[in-house]
């Protein structure tokens, strides 16, 4: 009768023991993470920051992203567009990064069609729009039009403690990094051609 009590007591336990850590946190070298939903919103002037775990002092924008683990789809882009040196200089640079899923949202095939060598011009384009030069944190933006090192514009709006560029949301602000800051959206920005 005892062992029946103990099994159930266990039978019982496991389940809630699984539920009491949630999927969204991850432990690395005794650190915890925590991932943000894609839904999330901040709900202040003030997101919250991200705060990915780099050992490094002098991490690059370059370097958080590829860190990260929420970029490759980015950090293949900047590869094959040749601009991993440049945006690994001293900048400053604010960087609006599209996660994975904001590329995987684009069109079929599109991103394999911008990897190809002979389409690098229109690449760098597209990954020069989501940079603006200086390091501009979340609480220091302003709406409004701001140029791109790209040479054209976003549109920058702040509505109740979001941030929209263009029709992209950031999603997590104030990803900081030795040469800038990254604010990760939630689709791909495409200047027109």
Do not use: W
Not at 92 to 114: C, I, K, N, Q, Y
Not at 129 to 149: C, F, K, N, R
Request: aromatic share 2%; charged share 15%.
């Amino acid at each position: 009768m005892k062992r029946l009590c103990v099994i159930g007591l266990l039978a019982v336990a496991l389940p809630i023991a699984a539920c009491a850590s949630t999927p969204d946190e991850t432990a690395t070298d005794g650190a915890t993470e925590t991932e943000p939903s894609e839904a999330a919103q901040p709900e202040t002037a003030q997101p919250e920051t991200a705060q990915p775990e780099v050992a490094q002092a002098d991490a690059t924008v370059v370097d958080v992203a590829v860190d990260s683990g929420s970029f490759q789809t980015l950090t293949a882009a900047i590869q094959a567009a040749g601009l991993e040196e440049t945006l690994q200089g001293a900048g400053p640079f604010t960087v609006f990064a599209p996660t994975d899923e904001a590329f995987a949202a684009l069109p079929e095939g599109t991103v394999e069609e911008l990897l190809l060598p002979e389409n690098r011009d229109r690449l760098v384009q597209i990954l020069t729009y989501h940079v603006v030069p200086g390091a501009v944190a979340s609480s220091d933006i302003l709406p409004g039009e701001v140029a791109t090192v790209e040479g054209t514009s976003v549109n920058l709006v702040v509505q109740d403690g979001t941030v929209q560029v263009n029709e992209a949301t950031v999603i997590q602000a104030d990803v900081p990094a030795s040469n800038g800051v990254i604010h990760v959206i939630d689709s791909v920005l495409i200047p027109a051609e």
